[in-house]
């Protein structure tokens, strides 16, 4: 695969994600937030027991264990995630979740106390001042989905570091295919529950959303296959194929698509949008994004850049090759970005 094609690849993985936003306000139309996670869900487990049930066989109990870890994380996004889109527009809750990419230093210091370095900082603060002008300076205009949205963005920051942490230096597909079963299944039983206290009346319903009865319409039938098989099974695979032939810097790039795909077809398709100051927020946002990932990935490689050496590597610089300078500062470089 040529890395255009791997890049056009990617972006459309993060249409595809995009788009998930449109199609999960369609089928929340006909259904409460946990209890159309959860048919998603299902769909989802039951396609990829179909296609990969072999791949359990002789399965290690650390895999079993991380991949229903990594299950509880994505159920818990999708779940905040799920809410927000039923509590505000598309557009907010789509790029207050591409603010995750900058949170993840600020969560590693919290839990491993990794530093956070200069451009960190800078990329959370533009992020915040997005925020701030995404959902009104006046603080006026803010609902009780954006404030789901942001409380979504650590888990999915956890998410990412924790699948980075299980499969960094693991290239098996094998592990790919048991880790995406898994992930179902551990998500399965957070969003039942979620669904039986809030929406099916083990509790009085906190907002009259959450009672609405199961009433599935066209929209709900579309949205589902579209959420559980495109936007939960095939950009798995498409970024896992995909990423290795391309470069970090192109990857983050190609996948800023996913808040501006949301944003531009929830105007024709849902009526939503966000105004000029909206848009200027969710600029600043991306710039924060951008500030944040670009000032690891040139940081990597200048760490990863070879000293002055003497022709033909003496003794001044016995190591490597120029050759062999370029695969480590390419090694370097994306394990210091791909989360």
Request: with cysteine.
């Amino acid at each position: 695969m040529k890395a255009w094609q791997a890049d056009l690849a990617i972006v459309g993985a993060a249409t595809i994600w995009g788009l998930s936003f449109i199609f999960t306000s369609w089928g929340l139309e006909a259904s409460p937030p946990a209890t159309f996670l959860l048919f998603r869900f299902l769909v989802a487990l039951a396609a990829s027991l179909a296609l990969f049930w072999k791949c359990l066989a002789g399965l290690p109990k650390r895999t079993a264990k991380r991949g229903l870890t990594l299950g509880f994380l994505m159920g818990t996004g999708y779940l905040l995630q799920n809410y927000s889109v039923n509590f505000t527009e598309v557009p907010r809750a789509a790029f207050i979740a591409a603010m995750t990419l900058p949170a993840i230093p600020l969560v590693s210091f919290v839990l491993f106390r990794e530093k956070v370095k200069g451009y960190n900082l800078a990329g959370i603060l533009l992020a915040l001042i997005g925020l701030w002008l995404l959902i009104d300076p006046s603080f006026k205009g803010v609902k009780s989905g954006d404030v789901i949205a942001l409380l979504s963005v650590p888990m999915w920051a956890l998410y990412l570091i924790y699948i980075n942490r299980f499969t960094e230096g693991d290239d098996d597909p094998l592990l790919t295919k048991r880790l995406l079963v898994l992930q179902f299944a551990g998500a399965i039983p957070l969003v039942l529950l979620t669904a039986l206290v809030f929406e099916w009346g083990l509790l009085p319903p906190v907002h009259p959303d959450l009672a609405r009865p199961l009433a599935p319409n066209a929209h709900f039938w579309i949205g589902l296959a579209f959420c559980a098989f495109l936007a939960s099974i095939g950009i798995v695979f498409i970024q896992t194929a995909c990423q290795k032939y391309t470069t970090p810097i192109q990857a983050m790039l190609c996948f800023q698509f996913e808040p501006i795909t949301a944003t531009v077809f929830a105007w024709p398709i849902l009526g939503q949008r966000i105004g000029l100051l909206g848009a200027v927020g969710a600029s600043v946002i991306i710039l924060g994004v951008l500030t944040s990932e670009l000032g690891g990935i040139l940081a990597a490689k200048r760490e990863a850049r070879p000293p002055a050496p003497a022709a033909g590597g003496s003794e001044d610089s016995p190591g490597k090759t120029p050759q062999e300078w370029a695969r480590t500062s390419d090694i370097q470089l994306r394990a210091g970005v791909d989360w």
